[in-house]
């Protein structure tokens, strides 16, 4: 199977705080691939090397089969899209001039963007919010905003950073049909979260990463027969090895 993304030795530190180390994954293509983890596990910081936000140490990466170095990144930023936590957005753009920004920069026909663009606002329960200034939204509505200007930028690659984040029920049910067609036309979607149950349900790998490396990579099939006894919840905790509280420390209540 072809790798979307595959990393090798990848070194990230801040000071003398290792985040990554000798960090080795590999993503197929056309996956929807989850990665978990606790907090400060350093999901955010991979996320912002693979977009070129952040440099790293050492190591290498190749997404769709080109190295992410200087001769290729402009060639490789054109092809990701991402949702960030908290999102990159132009504060004193109104949604409106912001999604048309976004189209400008990778190139989207102007015959059918204007359609795009209200189609995309109106699923996502944004049209409102049209010609409201990006500074007078609330969370869930930049985050939506986010996740439409990476989808109208027709990515072969998407990153997706706790994208559920403060988005009510429907939405994050909308924005899963979203994903799931994406895939059906071969884009790869990898998405970091703490809500459990939507990764469990939406993704087809998930990996775990804690202690700066991927301690578990559960496919498709490891999964379903985990899963059998196990919620992805209790899988992920015994991974992990999170310290559970005596029985009595809430005798109060």
């Excluded at 001039?97 to 976004?102: G, K, M």
């Excluded at 963007?113 to 409201?132: I, N, P, T, V, W």
């Excluded at 498709?220 to 059998?228: F, N, V």
Aim: charged share 25%.
């Amino acid at each position: 199977m072809d790798q979307a993304i595959k990393i090798s030795g990848l070194q990230k530190s801040y000071g003398n705080t290792a985040v990554l180390e000798d960090f080795e994954l590999s993503v197929p293509s056309g996956n929807i691939f989850g990665l978990i983890g606790p907090n400060g596990a350093g999901k955010s910081t991979l996320i912002g090397i693979l977009t070129g936000l952040l440099d790293y140490d050492g190591g290498q990466i190749v997404i769709n089969g080109r190295e992410l170095n200087e001769q290729n990144e402009q060639n490789i930023k054109r092809q990701i899209a991402s949702v960030l936590q908290p999102p990159l957005l132009f504060e004193h753009f109104t949604s409106h001039d912001f999604l048309h920004y976004i189209c400008d920069i990778y190139n989207i026909d102007m015959q059918d963007r204007q359609q795009k663009m209200d189609s995309m606002l109106e699923y996502l329960g944004l049209s409102e919010f049209k010609h409201a200034k990006i500074n007078k939204l609330s969370a869930g509505s930049r985050k939506k905003l986010s996740f439409c200007a990476a989808i109208l930028s027709q990515p072969k690659i998407l990153f997706l950073d706790e994208p559920f984040e403060s988005i009510d029920v429907i939405s994050i049910g909308r924005m899963k049909t979203i994903l799931n067609r994406l895939q059906e036309k071969g884009v790869t979607t990898i998405i970091t979260s703490h809500i459990l149950e939507i990764v469990e349900n939406l993704c087809d790998d998930i990996a775990i990463l804690h202690n700066q490396k991927i301690i578990a990579y559960l496919d498709s099939e490891t999964r379903k027969e985990l899963q059998k006894d196990s919620s992805l919840s209790e899988i992920f905790e015994s991974y992990v090895e999170v310290e559970k509280p005596k029985n009595d420390v809430l005798k109060w209540l």
